[in-house]
């Protein structure tokens, strides 16, 4: 999908979003939050914030920065923030595969079933490492491939419609962390029947930069080792 295309859902996904999968991806988001224990004054950079569904989870003593490509979603998160007096939290429209962040300016950034969503993950993999700080922490929760034949037959057949679902049912753990270099530290289901799965990786290494970026704006690759409870 294009970033057009991922707009245009978008639009039309923002008005019942939060019904749809705010509570049913909400332990989700819940462990992730609770694994990056947070600490005060740290900078945390959330890619593809939405509705800002994450965003009552964050201690107050740290500062949170939201992204999204979707101005209809991030209404919604604006609303959120002004209800609950979240005065810790600043929000930008902004393309994550683009950002406008300086290198090494956040100690945490996590991206919560975005990856599945996103035009060129590799890209936004490497936008996160960039604007993460030399031996932070990336964190990603998403919906991976299913091992599982039949599931995953289903996933296939209904992958075709990803434009019109807003994400790749089909999105392959195995193809993201081979196209990426991403070595995993931590590997763990989240939500119903551990159907997602919480990936952590420390950013530690210098990775090869990727042509397509920018000259300037150099990327931070994460230590890889697969540990953890096994995932999907």
């Not at 705010?22 to 600490?39: E, F, H, S, Y």
């Not at 740290?42 to 979707?70: A, H, M, N, Q, W």
């Not at 057949?157 to 070595?183: C, K, Q, W």
Request: overall charge neutral.
């Amino acid at each position: 999908m294009d970033l057009q295309s991922i707009e245009k859902v978008y639009r039309r996904y923002a008005p019942t979003y939060d019904f749809y999968f705010g509570a049913v991806l909400q332990p989700g988001r819940r462990a992730v939050i609770d694994a990056m224990r947070c600490r005060p004054g740290e900078r945390i950079l959330e890619v593809g914030v939405g509705t800002g569904l994450s965003l009552l989870l964050y201690p107050r003593k740290v500062r949170v920065v939201g992204v999204d490509v979707s101005s209809e979603m991030l209404e919604i998160a604006h609303e959120r923030k002004r209800r609950h007096r979240l005065d810790h939290v600043e929000l930008r429209c902004m393309d994550a595969e683009r950002m406008a962040f300086e290198d090494g300016a956040f100690d945490k950034v996590v991206a919560m079933y975005v990856m599945s969503v996103a035009p060129d993950p590799r890209r936004l993999l490497e936008e996160m490492r960039r604007v993460c700080k030399h031996e932070g922490d990336l964190y990603i929760v998403n919906h991976f491939r299913h091992t599982n034949p039949l599931i995953g037959l289903v996933e296939s057949m209904i992958a075709p419609f990803s434009s019109l679902l807003g994400f790749h049912p089909d999105f392959s753990l195995e193809d993201f962390l081979e196209r990426t270099g991403l070595n995993v530290a931590e590997k763990i289901p989240v939500n119903l029947l551990g159907y997602w799965t919480l990936l952590r990786s420390r950013n530690t290494k210098r990775s090869v930069p990727d042509a397509s970026v920018p000259t300037g704006s150099g990327s931070e690759a994460g230590e890889l080792r697969v540990a953890g409870t096994s995932g999907e």
